[in-house]
């Protein structure tokens, strides 16, 4: 099995003056000159005293020379750290503490915010998005490295950081394997090859822009257009020229807004993928209807990568994320006894794999109780296998309502609201209830120009659901409150709601 780093140099090779990153109104950066500032950076790494296993931990705003940083992490044998951009000084010291990085590089616009850091210990350097900072200005000076310190599959490669909703955040770390692995499982199932040109406009701290987008198209010898945000007119100007989008609901939902979505500009397309979120159904539907083409929905965390895929060639279902993909295994339990369940039957996701990570970073306790004793790990979210074999979210274990002694799973309430004219979207959360334990609620986002009343939903509710599962309480709201990759954050609406029951 060969590593992220050996796979792009492959490609490297082959590709040479083939563009890797393009930019809109910039020039073009091919992978020739990719490797060439990789190698330099490898040379800075080891001048600043990084070592093979050390970590690196990375808060810089998205630019190509970030990701050749992440490559010459991997080439001198280091594990590479990403860190949301929008994360505090003080959550910066925490993920330090934990972490114990040799090097913290930081944006030149923050260095004096960071400065204080520096020591014996750990270095403190900059990367900027317009090719600037130390990191670049040392490797101009430097004659690359072209070694790469013997990495094996199951060496440490990355540590990403949970978002710590449940307690404090917790480093899930991935092996070269890891990586590898599923690269090359999805390079396969979505049929990505050299030829594929993927408009990349999501954040590189995370799985999807990260583990998936760049390393299936470093690995493939694919070009990137290289966003740093989205913009839907922006994404469909791009279409023409232009073969797979990887994006996140909100993308789809953005474009769904703009009157030029069409078959004619979407022609050009192959393949829209989305996750890191429950994609709505009617907007998988809508976006059929005006493209011809069906949003393909796909299924990771964190810890595993990606697990699940609707089929390339096959139906693509709204709601289901799809089958394991090849080399994975995926299983419903029940959630108090651990027994495997029959198709149909809700209980706890599980999977075990060459996806699945090594565990959470200085965490032996915690690892040791996500993980059963026959190697499967239990992701927390709940789902079913249908009869036709597709895997269906259902929430989060840690969402799921507990009322009057019955369960009640928010996807299966947030579903019949949604399906009510009149609504846009809504979450279900479970609130301290003192006689129930906890009352199911509904937060409701109207339609832009609609007004409607908690009455109308729990009256149009009475016949569709049964009455265990019923809203007691139903809030409007403007919006939902979401994380960088679309995620409704259900523990934020917990804490606003919190009072509202006697």
Same mark, same amino acid.
């Given at each position: 099995?060969?590593?992220?780093?050996?796979?792009?140099?492959?490609?490297?090779?082959?590709?040479?003056?083939?563009?890797?990153?393009?930019?809109?109104?910039?020039?073009?950066?091919?992978?020739?000159?990719?490797?060439?500032?990789?190698?330099?950076?490898?040379?800075?790494?080891?001048?600043?005293?990084?070592?093979?296993?050390?970590?690196?931990?990375?808060?810089?705003?998205?630019?190509?020379?970030?990701?050749?940083?992440?490559?010459?992490?991997?080439?001198?044998?280091?594990?590479?750290?990403?860190?949301?951009?929008?994360?505090?000084?003080?959550?910066?010291?925490?993920?330090?503490?934990?972490?114990?990085?040799?090097?913290?590089?930081?944006?030149?616009?923050?260095?004096?915010?960071?400065?204080?850091?520096?020591?014996?210990?750990?270095?403190?350097?900059?990367?900027?998005?317009?090719?600037?900072?130390?990191?670049?200005?040392?490797?101009?000076?430097?004659?690359?490295? =072209? *070694?790469?310190?013997?990495?094996?599959?199951?060496?440490?490669? $990355? @540590? #990403?950081?949970?978002? %710590?909703? +449940?307690?404090?955040?917790?480093?899930?770390?991935?092996?070269?394997?890891?990586?590898?692995?599923?690269?090359?499982?999805?390079?396969?199932?979505?049929?990505?090859?050299?030829?594929?040109?993927?408009?990349?406009?999501?954040?590189?701290?995370?799985?999807?822009?990260?583990?998936?987008?760049?390393?299936?198209?470093?690995?493939?010898?694919?070009?990137?257009?290289?966003?740093?945000?989205?913009?839907?007119?922006?994404?469909?100007?791009?279409?023409?020229?232009?073969?797979?989008?990887?994006?996140?609901?909100?993308?789809?939902?953005?474009?769904?807004?703009?009157?030029?979505?069409?078959?004619?500009?979407?022609?050009?397309?192959?393949?829209?993928?989305?996750?890191?979120?429950?994609?709505?159904? =009617? *907007?998988?539907?809508?976006?059929?209807?005006?493209?011809?083409? $069906? @949003? #393909?929905?796909?299924? %990771?965390? +964190?810890?595993?990568?990606?697990?699940?895929?609707?089929?390339?060639?096959?139906?693509?279902?709204?709601?289901?994320?799809?089958?394991?993909?090849?080399?994975?295994?995926?299983?419903?339990?029940?959630?108090?006894?651990?027994?495997?369940?029959?198709?149909?039957?809700?209980?706890?996701?599980?999977?075990?794999?060459?996806?699945?990570?090594?565990?959470?970073?200085?965490?032996?306790?915690?690892?040791?109780?996500?993980?059963?004793?026959?190697?499967?790990?239990?992701?927390?979210?709940?789902?079913?296998?249908?009869?036709?074999?597709?895997?269906?979210?259902?929430?989060?274990?840690?969402?799921?309502?507990?009322?009057?002694?019955?369960?009640?799973?928010?996807?299966?309430?947030?579903?019949?609201?949604?399906?009510?004219?009149?609504?846009?979207?809504?979450?279900?959360?479970?609130?301290?209830?003192?006689?129930?334990?906890?009352?199911?609620?509904?937060?409701?986002?109207?339609?832009?120009?609609?007004?409607?009343?908690?009455?109308?939903?729990?009256?149009?509710?009475?016949?569709?659901?049964?009455?265990?599962?019923?809203?007691?309480?139903?809030?409007?709201?403007?919006?939902?409150?979401?994380?960088?990759?679309?995620?409704?954050?259900?523990?934020?609406?917990?804490?606003?709601?919190?009072?509202?029951?006697?």
């Amino acid at each position: 099995m060969q590593t992220i780093y050996e796979n792009f140099i492959q490609a490297a090779e082959t590709m040479q003056a083939k563009p890797l990153f393009e930019r809109p109104g910039e020039p073009s950066i091919s992978y020739t000159q990719t490797r060439e500032l990789v190698e330099r950076l490898a040379a800075v790494l080891g001048e600043v005293g990084v070592a093979p296993g050390d970590r690196i931990a990375v808060q810089v705003e998205k630019s190509p020379e970030a990701i050749a940083l992440y490559l010459a992490t991997l080439q001198v044998g280091a594990i590479f750290l990403p860190l949301n951009t929008a994360y505090t000084g003080a959550e910066i010291d925490y993920f330090i503490g934990d972490a114990a990085p040799r090097l913290f590089v930081c944006d030149p616009g923050t260095f004096a915010a960071h400065a204080h850091r520096a020591g014996p210990t750990l270095a403190v350097e900059t990367l900027g998005a317009t090719a600037d900072g130390t990191l670049i200005e040392r490797a101009r000076g430097v004659t690359p490295r =072209e *070694d790469a310190h013997p990495s094996g599959p199951d060496d440490r490669a $990355a @540590i #990403l950081y949970t978002s %710590g909703t +449940t307690g404090r955040s917790k480093g899930a770390v991935l092996t070269h394997r890891n990586l590898a692995s599923n690269t090359e499982a999805l390079l396969d199932c979505w049929r990505f090859t050299a030829e594929d040109r993927l408009i990349h406009a999501l954040p590189i701290f995370h799985t999807h822009g990260l583990f998936v987008a760049a390393n299936m198209s470093l690995t493939a010898g694919a070009t990137m257009i290289f966003l740093i945000k989205f913009d839907a007119e922006q994404a469909i100007d791009l279409m023409a020229d232009a073969s797979v989008l990887m994006g996140v609901p909100t993308f789809y939902t953005r474009l769904l807004k703009s009157d030029r979505l069409s078959r004619e500009t979407t022609a050009g397309m192959r393949l829209f993928v989305s996750g890191s979120a429950p994609l709505l159904a =009617e *907007d998988h539907r809508a976006f059929q209807d005006r493209t011809g083409q $069906a @949003i #393909l929905e796909r299924y %990771g965390m +964190t810890e595993t990568c990606m697990i699940a895929s609707n089929p390339y060639d096959g139906a693509r279902i709204p709601g289901a994320v799809g089958m394991a993909l090849p080399g994975i295994s995926v299983r419903v339990t029940d959630r108090e006894t651990g027994a495997v369940l029959a198709d149909e039957e809700i209980g706890l996701i599980e999977v075990k794999g060459p996806n699945v990570f090594e565990g959470y970073w200085n965490m032996p306790e915690k690892t040791a109780s996500e993980f059963r004793k026959d190697g499967y790990f239990i992701t927390g979210d709940l789902g079913q296998i249908g009869k036709d074999g597709y895997l269906r979210i259902v929430g989060r274990d840690k969402d799921l309502v507990i009322s009057g002694g019955y369960n009640v799973y928010p996807k299966e309430v947030e579903e019949a609201i949604d399906a009510l004219p009149g609504v846009l979207e809504s979450a279900v959360i479970g609130l301290p209830h003192s006689d129930l334990g906890e009352g199911v609620t509904a937060v409701v986002v109207p339609r832009s120009g609609v007004v409607l009343d908690p009455q109308q939903i729990t009256a149009a509710l009475a016949d569709r659901l049964a009455r265990f599962k019923q809203p007691k309480r139903v809030f409007m709201v403007e919006s939902l409150p979401r994380n960088v990759m679309g995620k409704v954050q259900k523990a934020e609406l917990r804490r606003l709601f919190a009072d509202t029951y006697a």
